[in-house]
Structure formats: C-alpha cells, structure tokens
C-alpha cells in the first residue's frame, strides 16, 4: 500500500486555521467531506468517534507527527486526510511537544488489516527524519503530493 493510494488529493490542507486538537480534526474530517470522500451527513459522527479514540490515548506520537484515526461502521472506502499547521498545535503528544503534520486515517470497521497496513505505510513515512523536514516544509498541495510521491517510491533517505 501506497501513501498516494489513502491519501485524498483534495483534503490536503497546507495550513491549518485551527489551533486545538478538537479543532485540528474537525478541519480534517470537514477536508473529506470537501473532499467528496466522506458524505457530509456523517462528518459530526466521525469527527466525535475521532475524539473518542483520543480519549483513550494521544496519536501525538512526537517529532512533531500526529496521526488521529478511527475504524467506522459507516466509513465504506479508507481515506486519509493531510494537514499542516507553521504555528503548531498542543495535541497532547507524547514529547509534550507541538505538533506540525497531521495525517488523519478514516477506515472501514471491517477492514481491520488494512486500516493496519495503512499506519503502517503512514509510519514507515514519518519515522524518517528527511520526509518529516521536508512535509513540515511544505507550502502548496503539489509539494505535499511530490513528497508523497518520493517517498513511495522510497526515495527518501532516513
């Protein structure tokens, strides 16, 4: 599995207006509904089962990363959305530290496997220093999309 394959070109937000948590995945979820890739009927029960997942620990993971996901009876296709905020966002990471980068992941309930696979293909990605630079970096969607694109050709080094 690809980033490109989960990642919904529309619903990359290179700068985020929101400046909490809360706020930071309602501006994602509202990016797929944009996005045509969640219907908007269900952005208020996403956004609140996005929360719920974060009640039972932070996906601030540290290094400036957080990836907020959720498995949804009513999500029928994975999805993730991107977003990046210069200012940064206090999202209770594990480093105590802001965070810049966000990918949220919306799965189907009964897909478990491969909402795994895509964390995995998430992590693989920001476990490498160079990729968290340069998509903290980035200021247009096509530069997110050039990233996404080397790094799953694996052409970024550690």
Known sequence: MNLRDIVVDEAIVTELEADDRDGVIRELVGSLVNAGALPANMRDEVV???????????TGFGKGVA???????????MSAAIGLS??????????????YS?????????????????????????????????LRQASTVEEVLTLLDEADNQ???G
């Open 86 to 99: 210069s200012r940064g966002v206090d999202f209770a990471a594990l480093d105590r530290q802001p965070v």
């Open 67 to 77: 990836v907020p996901h959720v498995k949804h009876a009513q999500v029928t296709r």
């Open 102 to 134: 966000f990918f949220l992941l919306l799965s189907p309930e009964d897909r478990p496997e491969d909402h795994l696979q895509a964390m995995e293909t998430i992590f693989r990605s920001l476990s490498k220093e160079t990729f968290r630079r340069f």
């Open 48 to 58: 609140s089962a996005v929360l719920v997942r974060e009640t039972k620990g932070s």
């Open 155 to 157: 052409q970024l080094a």
